[in-house]
């Protein structure tokens, strides 16, 4: 089945620094791709939709300035945490759509990235 | 907008017994539906889908579930759980928002099976 690649699994940084989250597809082509956040007992919150070649689109209320996402191929979207803080620590998930389906079909998520920012 | 509403935020359950988990969706239009499992630190397995046809959604690990129009919901069902299907659901929806169809996910239930 389609596998989807999230790196780091686990980061652990100094406030301040700046963090970033590879999302791959490994098996097919994703011009879309997708970040969420997820906090303890929670649900997942979108935050921004990632475009190939062109900007991300952020959900109301996400700061571009502070989640920067890059969609440089097909196959590859990252999201950079900048100057993090405590308050940024989450679980981050990335999903990804199968360009040869349609917009209704299912996305496949990658195992998430536990970030801790002490 | 579309959206879900998983009623129950934990369910406990022996082992063996079965069990439903609740969802209801709020559209007016064409509705697309799928529920996924989260284990623990990990990220989400779809179990099921619902996009047209049969009301009556099977999927992996023996799950299933029904699409009901005329009470807007699309209940999880599992005749005999086990110990390793403690974890949380969530039920999701598709949302076209911003030129993009867009998953829009429940609050989750967590279920826990007990031996």
């Known amino acids: 089945g389609a596998v989807v690649s999230q790196h780091p699994s686990r980061v652990i940084c100094k406030s301040g620094t700046s963090v970033k989250i590879e999302c791959r597809s490994l098996?097919?082509?994703?011009?879309?791709m997708f970040w969420y956040r997820q906090f303890p007992k929670q649900s997942l919150m979108l935050m921004a939709t990632s475009n190939e070649g062109s900007k991300a689109t952020y959900e109301q209320g996400v700061e571009k300035d502070k989640f920067l996402i890059n969609h440089a191929s097909l196959t590859l979207s990252t999201l950079t945490v900048t100057s993090a803080h405590p308050e940024d620590s989450s679980f981050y998930i990335c999903s990804a759509r199968d360009r040869r389906t349609g917009n209704n079909q299912p996305q496949h998520f990658g195992d998430g990235t536990r970030l801790s920012i002490l | 907008a579309q959206s879900v509403t998983q009623l129950d935020s934990q369910v406990p359950v022996f082992e063996e017994a079965p069990v439903e988990l609740r969802c209801n969706y709020s559209s007016s239009v064409s509705v697309y539906l799928f529920w996924y499992v989260q284990y623990p630190n990990q990220g989400l397995q779809l179990l099921l889908k619902?996009?047209?046809?049969?009301?009556l959604v099977k999927g992996i690990n023996g799950f299933e579930a029904e699409f009901n129009k005329s009470q807007t919901s699309f209940h999880l069902r599992k005749p005999s759980v086990h110990i390793s299907d403690t974890a949380e659901y969530f039920c999701?929806?598709?949302?076209?928002?911003?030129?993009?169809?867009?998953?829009?996910f429940g609050a989750g239930t967590r279920l826990a099976v007990h031996p």
């Open positions: 619902y996009l047209s046809g049969s009301t």
């Open positions: 999701a929806v598709i949302r076209f928002s911003g030129g993009y169809n867009k998953l829009i």
């Open positions: 098996d097919f082509q994703a011009t879309t």
